[in-house]
């Protein structure tokens, strides 16, 4: 009798469950971004808008240095518990919020959630990757990713619920779940290395720095590793800039209070997200098996959806123009950002996957914790729609340098090719 974890259906459920946690990964960290009108009253720090941006900013400074390192763990140990651990202490830090009092406190309490959740990612995305090789990687990836961008439109909700009870009570009923389904986790989620990890003798750690140093070394003399590093990290800059002050821009566009702008802003982006990474998945991994680029094409084609969409909320001064931009916007970067782990694997072997996106996260949430802060600043002096639509730039440089330099010799690279 085969065990649950031999079943041809288990790397499915392994994506299901897995979804959870990245919807319950983007609600935590989201749902801040429209529940500031309602947490200033007792914060007064807050009424700053540039304030709000350091607090937001903190969590990206330390989500994206702690990256790295939680992909270089991940390569090397049980990626179940790394996963388990940072949902439990993310969920944990959550409830925690919910008792604070002061700036000083939120400010150390999203440093703290910055470092769990940068666990998460590398380990659960590569964990995937094991468990979907060939045509239906990009595909899984897509439905996890699709957890992701329903994350971020029910933390849109955060105002609802904060307007409804109080904002305590909002960090506290969503820490608890993540706590709870801690366990589901635990009874059920299994590890899938598809390589072997020395253990027959323990490693002192200067041998461990040297393993971890190996794979850093692979990585960067890899071009096209430092061109995908680019291609994460250019468009970062407007993905974040929408998931942290969209809520802000349809309030101030439109001149509608947060509790109505929230929803409508985090919901309309995530659902064209979600129906863009399913679009994305099954075009790139259709499009892989014709041509070793088909990967690649399929992201150009999203982050040129972005381009137009950028402009439309950049300088839109009504419900249609905004809203169409933000449905152009999070089909495209649903697109683009459904292939960044597929597009790795054809350039980077399974031993140094989790490592690789770590960097890569490294540098797409340093670019959001830059834009973050920016645009905090941009609000105070009135210019934030302008200020979006000159993303652009980097994004456009992104797309060339992609069609340029990638050129993939494998679907799928190993140790021996």
Aim: charged share 15%; glycine share 10%; with cysteine.
């Amino acid at each position: 009798m085969s065990t649950l974890s031999e079943k041809k259906s288990y790397p499915w459920l392994v994506v299901a469950m897995l979804w959870f946690v990245a919807l319950l990964n983007y609600m935590d960290r989201q749902m801040l971004s429209t529940m500031r009108p309602f947490m200033m009253e007792d914060v007064s720090e807050l009424v700053s808008a540039a304030n709000f941006g350091r607090l937001m900013a903190i969590f990206l400074w330390i989500y994206a240095l702690m990256s790295p390192i939680s992909g270089l763990i991940a390569d090397r140990l049980n990626r179940k518990w790394l996963i388990v651990g940072s949902l439990f202490t993310w969920s944990a830090v959550t409830m925690l919020m919910g008792y604070a009092d002061s700036f000083n406190e939120l400010y150390a309490l999203r440093a703290v959630m910055g470092i769990s959740e940068a666990f998460y990612i590398p380990a659960g995305l590569s964990l995937i990757a094991d468990y979907h090789q060939g045509k239906t990687r990009s595909l899984a990836v897509g439905f996890h990713t699709t957890g992701v961008y329903l994350g971020q439109a029910f933390g849109g909700f955060g105002a609802v619920v904060a307007g409804a009870f109080t904002w305590q009570a909002t960090f506290h009923t969503f820490g608890l779940i993540g706590i709870v389904y801690c366990v589901v986790l635990i009874l059920f989620l299994r590890e899938k290395k598809t390589y072997v990890i020395d253990k027959s003798e323990k490693k002192s750690f200067k041998m461990e720095l040297s393993s971890m140093g190996k794979a850093l070394t692979v990585l960067f003399t890899n071009i096209s590793f430092w061109v995908i590093l680019f291609y994460f990290s250019a468009p970062s800059l407007p993905g974040w800039a929408t998931k942290n002050w969209l809520p802000t821009l349809f309030s101030n566009s439109l001149g509608i209070d947060m509790e109505h702008a929230g929803p409508m802003a985090t919901i309309t982006i995530a659902m064209a997200s979600l129906v863009g990474v399913l679009i994305g998945g099954v075009m790139s991994d259709k499009w892989v098996q014709k041509n070793l680029r088909g990967r690649i094409f399929t992201g150009v084609i999203g982050l040129g959806l972005t381009i137009p969409a950028l402009f439309l909320l950049g300088f839109g001064n009504n419900l249609p123009m905004i809203v169409s931009g933000a449905l152009c916007f999070g089909l495209g970067f649903g697109m683009f950002d459904v292939n960044s782990m597929p597009i790795l694997c054809q350039f980077v072997s399974p031993r140094y996957r989790a490592t690789g996106y770590g960097l890569m996260n490294l540098a797409g949430i340093s670019a959001g914790a830059v834009i973050t802060s920016f645009l905090g600043k941009s609000i105070d002096a009135g210019n934030l729609g302008q200020d979006f639509a000159m993303l652009t730039i980097v994004v456009a440089i992104a797309i060339v340098l992609n069609l340029v330099v990638l050129k993939p010799k494998v679907i799928d690279k190993t140790d021996d090719n």
